[in-house]
């Protein structure tokens, strides 16, 4: 236990609910995690988990009917610690975008149809530094060769409807990137875009995240996407992180039945696979989520304590760590593993 | 030989015209020049980038829409040339299961009046239209209780349920499904993914499966259509197709494709460079569309098109590296 993590984030307890006129949408509830400096980490699930409300929540950028309850961002800065959720707004608008930024998933939808993409990337420069416009056009164009546009001297004059869709998420990860920051997080950045577009897009990323150290915090809900990029893996279920481990640990020994149960669903080309198998049942609904462990509608080993308890965090090995009451007793673990080593 | 092939596409072209400016008018050419066969009971996969034109492909075959030119033969009849009662019971014998499942079902109609819309126009004899319906609906998992419902209550992977109810209740021969499963959770995908094999084992369907997603067509498919640019640039089983890509487009689709695997993406050392971005079908390139792209590419390749060769047995390839001129 004596070593000690270097982390640059950390959320704790995080709660966010959408108050709607279908009721409260408890969104994401008792969220902790944290990211270490320079890994890439990936928050992983499917549509309607909260894991892009829980990266917003990290800036607080949640807005009406949206509500951050409780919890703490800590962001740990040269030995500073910061609550970016009680700092000042204009506190929070010099790390925003500066030493933190995002990566969002529609770049036609992050961009103004109205101004130029070079306009855009000098904007968010000037905005943080002090530079003259001349001098951040000239950083612009920099910044536009570094994501490997071809042209930027005449690309910067293009208007965004100009573009195609990998094009302008270049251009959205150069506005990211222009400041330099600590750390990028990417919601779904690549899900847009076609197979070869998107292998480009993860390549640069990787390449930037090398040269400048940069930690990348990745939100996606493509398994292949997870395997090729993350050092660490956290997978959320309706609205809670169920498991965290590193990337091999989560595909080689995956605890949580949801997380097998997702791995089994993914066809892999590379595997011959002769059924792939679903969960059965559907992601509850948000407003009323079931008591106890979220996941035992659908859970094939679940209990009666399932249905009334809320998992504790259990601790695999070290850096793995799950919330499920298989886990909860070490006799019942080990019961488990021998009956998985049978079938 | 001949008999078990059910689709016979020949030279198939659909053009779709844009005006640029007054007097010009150019052409998006969607499908441009395919031919292949489709064999009874097979899944014939065909994948391709946004835009290659696989979806046009689906719909002409099913004419939807008409071609600009070639054939296609359904059970050896031109489906072009049909007509009337022959035309209806084509309809009949091929459906379609649309990628999105929120637009395609009528949301002022309820299951049962979705359902039954084609077997009323084609004048089934259905004795009890209730059971009938009800029985459909069993067999992709739903119960009597959705009978009188409307789509919008519905989740997306009970939509495309329905919509494959829909596609069955006509008893078809032969269904398209076009990204059944691309607005889906991969939960889900996985469950319409099997449920649509084994249909296939109970009522020995034909599919013809258009997807972007290669290790989605990879699991579904007996053969493999690779398109880019609205033409087929190889066609083999999917086994091959893995184990042994000869075009380069498919090389670099293949090296593209993230493994749900850390272990081997780690190793995987070796990348096929991938640059640029599929230029517009609007006045595509001469030659073999893939040059602007291709790692490989020859002078030849700029100005003249590769045809379609058998380069190994059952192992078709349109590329000059693997033609002799």
Known sequence: MSEEVDKILEVKNLDVRFYTYAGVVKAISNVSFYVKRGEVFCLVGETGCGKTVASRAMTRLISAPGKIEKGEVIYYRDGEKINLLELPEEELNKIRGFEIAYIFQDPSASLDPLYTTGYQVVESIVAHNDMSMKEAWKKAIDMLRLVLIPDPEARVKNYPHEMSGGMKQRIVISIALSNNPKVIIADEPTTNVDVTIQAQLLDLLRKLREKYGTTVILITHNMGVVAEMADRVAVMYAGKIIEVASVFEIFKNPAHPYTKGLLKAVPNPLIKIEKLVHIPGTVPNLVFPPPGCRFHTRCPYAKDICKAKEPPKVEINKEHYVYCWLYAEKEKKKEIVVKEAKS | ?325
């Open chain 2, 1 to 325: 030989m001949s008999d078990d092939v059910l689709i016979k596409v020949e030279n198939l072209k659909k053009y779709f015209p844009v005006r640029r400016f007054i007097f010009s008018k150019d052409y998006v050419k969607a499908v441009d020049g395919v031919t292949f066969e489709i064999k009874k009971g097979e899944t014939f996969g065909v994948v391709g980038e946004s835009g290659s034109g696989k979806t046009t492909l689906g719909r002409v075959i099913l004419r939807l829409i008409e071609p600009t030119d070639g054939h296609v033969y359904f059970e050896g009849e031109d489906i072009f040339k049909l007509k009337g009662k022959k035309l209806l019971e084509f309809r009949r014998k091929a459906q379609m299961v649309f990628q999105d499942p929120f637009s395609s079902l009528d949301p002022r109609m309820t299951i049962f009046q979705i359902i039954m819309e084609g077997p009323i126009t084609h004048g089934m004899k259905i004795d009890d239209p209730e059971e009938f319906v009800v029985s459909l609906l069993r067999k992709v998992g739903l119960e009597r209780v959705h009978l009188h419902r409307y789509p919008h209550e519905f989740s997306g992977g009970q939509k495309q349920r329905i919509a494959i109810a829909r596609a069955l209740s006509l008893n078809p021969e032969f269904i398209v499904l076009d990204e059944p499963t691309s607005a889906l959770d991969v939960s889900v995908q996985a469950q319409i993914l099997e449920m649509l094999r084994d249909f296939q084992r109970e009522f020995k369907f034909t599919y013809m499966f258009i997807s972007h997603d290669l290790s989605v067509v990879k699991y579904m498919s007996d053969r493999i259509a690779v398109v880019y640019l609205g033409q087929i640039v190889e066609i083999t089983s999917s086994d091959e197709l893995f184990e042994r890509p000869l075009h380069p487009y498919t090389r670099i689709l293949l090296s593209a494709l993230p493994i749900p695997d850390p272990e081997i993406t780690r190793k995987k050392k070796i990348k096929e460079e991938i640059v640029g971005e599929p230029p517009s079908p609007i006045n595509p390139p001469l030659g073999c569309r893939f040059h602007t792209r291709c790692p490989y590419a020859m002078p030849k390749c700029r100005y003249k098109e590769p045809h379609m060769v058998e380069y190994e047995p059952k192992h078709y390839v349109a590329c000059w590296l693997y033609e002799k001129d």
